[in-house]
Structures are given as C-alpha cells and as structure tokens.
C-alpha cells in the first residue's frame, strides 16, 4: 500500500436482469433434462445424448457457468499514484496502471454494444474496455500508445 493509502475501491456485478433471465432459463432447460433422462430415465428427444453427455452439460452449463456469474465482478481501486484493477475470476492478480505511464484521462459517456461489441472484456476503437455495466467510464491514454 502507497503512502496516501487506498483513495478509491470499487466492485462491479453483473446485474443486469436480461442476463440472468438469459442464464436462468438456460440453467433450468439444462437441469429439466438431466432429470428428465438421467433420474426419471425417459429419453429426451429423438436421438438422446448419452447420460455421460447430459451429467457433463449439467456439470458445466448447470452449475459452473452460473456458478462462474455469481463471483464474477470488476474491481478498480487507487492507492497512491496506482490505479489497479481486474475482471475476477478471469484476472487472479491486480493490474496495474502507474499515473507516471498515462499521458491523459478523461470521463466519457460510451454505447458497450455499439463501441465495443457487449460487456466483459472487449476490444473497440478506442481500445481495451472493462465493462460490466452502465455508460460511463473513464478513459486512459497511455503514454506508448
């Protein structure tokens, strides 16, 4: 921690209703067939996958995907003249952007759809954007480009 100490901390969620909506409903079509072939044994559909198949879906998309939106979240903070950040569980370690590395920053107003193509992390014109939800950042400029 720097001499000034932590001057800003924040944490991010997805909270967006469509989105869990979206993973809700997946979630639940994922677990209906699981227990549908694979406790009550009755096929599903035509050409059933195999119970290995179904119990790995369920592993993966049932319980590990929404598993993975509940802890996953943005935090920046600033201690001193550092200004840290990451996107858990995709970043494990902090980020770092030393003040003396930028040449500019500016508060902006952004589209994520139209600027960077969605939310998470998204390459776009004007760079590298972490982005979880709302339409206001701050953009950097690095002083290498």
Do not use: C
């Not at 469509?18 to 050409?47: E, K």
């Not at 370690?93 to 030393?98: E, G, L």
């Amino acid at each position: 921690m720097s001499a000034y100490g932590q001057l800003f901390h924040e944490e991010q969620r997805f909270r967006q209703l469509w989105i869990w909506l979206l993973l809700g409903g997946i979630t639940a079509l994922i677990w209906y067939f699981f227990i549908q072939q694979v406790i009550l044994g009755i096929q599903v559909g035509n050409n059933p996958a195999p119970d290995w198949f179904l119990i790995l879906i369920l592993v993966l998309f049932g319980i590990g995907f929404p598993l993975f939106f509940v802890v996953l979240r943005l935090e920046v903070k600033i201690e001193g003249d550092v200004i840290s950040y990451r996107m858990y569980p995709l970043h494990l370690r902090w980020r770092d952007v030393h003040l003396t590395d930028l040449s500019g920053a500016m508060a902006i107003v952004y589209r994520p759809l139209r600027d960077y193509g969605g939310w998470g992390i998204r390459f776009g014109r004007h760079g590298i954007a972490y982005t979880v939800s709302g339409n206001g950042g701050v953009l950097f400029q690095r002083k290498n480009g």
